[in-house]
T-cell receptor, first 112, second 113 residues
């Protein structure tokens, strides 16, 4: 059974800093991995989807990488802003399965 | 295009009452998922449908929970009778067959007193 872990659980950085959020998964037979953002009291917003055949995806200041062999994915946020403050979740989809398995998230606070 | 639409956004009920949560997926999406989110357990898959057919309901906690998808544009999650431990945020999500990217609704926050 796929298990997804996110470390750290919480992170506080000053505005403007570049930062990396980590996600690890136990089963390397991963079909794709998706990063989400969740604001308090809201649903999850899809940020980036990386297929198993890809190594990274970029959207604006966000860059996500996927390394199946090591069971790791990272989300890089460049020039962080207070508006980036939210909980970031990663979720992996195993090959042969349709549902995503979620990590517990990293709560990010960007201080102005 | 409207996203995934859930109702009600908030529901407060008393133990033993029936609760029905509703979801309208994104038009054209083949898959619909129900997840539950709590502080203790995070996001857990309850059930998912492919073309209106339930595929995996192994995450449904017990017989008090049931889900239906009578057509491609509507699904319900029913809890009968409800218990305080069912208090959580229930999310509906849908995805297209092609990319598999998952899109979530805003959630239904359920409080059972």
């Amino acid at each position: 059974k796929q298990e997804v872990t996110q470390i750290p659980a919480a992170l506080s950085v000053p505005e403007g800093e570049n930062l990396v959020l980590n996600c690890s998964f136990t089963d390397s037979a991963i079909y794709n991995l998706q990063w989400f953002r969740q604001d308090p009291g809201k649903g999850l917003t899809s940020l980036l989807l990386i297929q198993s055949s890809q190594r990274e995806q970029t959207s604006g200041r966000l860059n996500a990488s996927l390394d199946k062999s090591s069971g790791r994915s990272t989300l890089y946020i460049a020039a962080s802003q207070p508006g980036d403050s939210a909980t970031y979740l990663c979720a992996g989809r195993q090959t042969g399965r349709r549902a995503l398995t979620f990590g517990s998230g990293t709560r990010l606070q960007v201080q102005p | 295009d409207a996203g995934v639409i859930q109702s009600p956004r908030h529901e407060v009920t008393e133990m033993g009452q029936e609760v029905t949560l509703r979801c309208k997926p994104i038009s054209g999406h083949d898959y619909l998922f129900w997840y539950r989110q709590t502080m203790m357990r995070g996001l857990e898959l309850l059930i998912y449908f492919n073309n209106n057919v339930p595929i995996d309901d192994s995450g449904m906690p017990e017989d008090r929970f049931s889900a239906k998808m009578p057509n491609a544009s509507f699904s319900t999650l029913k809890i009968q009778p409800s218990e305080p431990r069912d208090s959580a945020v229930y999310f509906c999500a849908s995805s297209p067959r092609t990319s598999g990217e998952l899109f979530f609704g805003e959630g239904s926050r359920l409080t059972v007193l």
